[in-house]
């Protein structure tokens, strides 16, 4: 835990963290996590190098351990994986098995584009539903203005505007001294200021 403080202290900081790296069983599944140890994340890296949470159950890694997710991305557990003997006898069981963990292997990987997929079309249809609600909000304020058009062309013409003869600004002329001879400054700005 305190490993992974310290990573995500890094992270926000824009240093480089490292993270440890595991493959699946099947030799092309990338799992990585800060430290692979109980309550730890977990993702799987996709090949344009998203991090995906692993979902929930038990996978088999090349090093034959299994890591058992209890809540998608988290590590619930890792365990030494089970070997169990098959009786040299029966042959057609241990064709059974080699079939079986065949496609034990494939499932990780059908799982993973499972849920690419999924997030993928999810993402689709979020778009989808933002876009027609956008539409109608458009619509709605196009409605609007056709209404506004209408109105203003429904409405009488402005009547001019009249001179108000009781509204007059009396201007005070500006003096800078009061007690001095008198300039053609003075005189000019006299005329101005009538």
Do not use: C
Not at 98 to 108: K, L
Not at 113 to 141: D, G, H, M, P, R
Not at 143 to 170: A, G, M, Q, R, W
């Amino acid at each position: 835990m305190k490993n992974s403080t310290i990573n995500k202290i890094k992270s926000l900081l824009g240093m480089e963290v490292k993270l440890e790296q595991m493959k699946l069983i099947d030799g092309t599944t990338i799992l990585e996590a800060d430290a692979f140890e109980m309550d730890n994340e977990v993702f799987i890296v996709t090949e344009d190098e998203q991090k995906i949470p692993l979902p929930i159950g038990e996978y088999e890694l090349e090093n034959g351990m299994i890591l058992v997710v209890a809540v998608e991305g988290i590590i619930a557990e890792i365990k030494e994986a089970v070997v169990e003997e098959v009786a040299p006898e029966a042959e057609a069981p241990e064709v059974e098995v080699e079939v079986e963990a065949e496609a034990a292997a494939p499932t990780a990987k059908k799982t993973i584009e499972s849920i690419v997929k999924e997030t993928f079309f999810s993402e689709i249809e979020a778009l989808k539903t933002e876009n027609i609600e956008l539409k109608a909000q458009l619509e709605l304020l196009s409605k609007v203005d056709e209404v506004t058009e209408e109105v203003t062309e429904l409405s009488e013409e402005p009547k001019p505007i009249s001179f108000n003869p009781e509204n007059t600004n009396v201007v005070e002329p500006f003096r800078f001294e009061k007690n001095r001879s008198r300039s053609t400054i003075d005189s000019i700005f006299e005329k101005l200021n009538k």
